[in-house]
């Protein structure tokens, strides 16, 4: 079971607080075990020295899981964040960011995701600006 990209949109606009609907974040792809959303570059996202933040990628890694988790479900159901752990490689200046996220082991109660973010245009295994792993409580 999977979602489209417009039901994946519509979760975005739906289950998320105001605040994650502010990154304008979107759907550029998803599949049984993966969804890849474009976190669009704003200087509103951008910290000193004109870097995006490391929050907004973060943000984005979770909403991307989450995501995942509803394609991999067949829909939204609620989760929880238990864990994240995020490393940031490289800074991203000026380009949109693509967000994939992985699930690497769906249980009944819990799931693991990795998660690559690579600015748009590169190779996301040789040039990501950051990876995070993730784990979420399934309700």
Not at 31 to 44: C, F, I, M, T, Y
Request: aromatic share 6%.
């Amino acid at each position: 079971m999977t979602l489209t990209i417009a039901e994946a949109d519509k979760l975005l606009a739906d289950h998320f607080a105001p605040w994650v609907q502010a990154l304008g974040l979107s759907t550029t792809e998803t599949g049984e075990r993966h969804a890849v959303l474009r976190l669009p570059w704003s200087d509103q996202l951008a910290r000193e020295g004109g870097a995006l933040s490391g929050q907004a990628l973060m943000a984005a890694a979770d909403t991307a899981c989450v995501i995942a988790l509803s394609a991999a479900r067949g829909g939204f159901g609620p989760v929880t964040t238990v864990q994240q752990s995020t490393s940031f490689q490289r800074a991203v200046v000026d380009r949109d960011v693509l967000v994939h996220a992985r699930i690497t082991k769906l249980g009944r109660r819990i799931a693991f995701l990795d998660v690559t973010l690579t600015p748009e245009g590169t190779e996301a295994a040789e040039e990501p600006a950051a990876q995070a792993t993730a784990v979420y409580a399934l309700g």
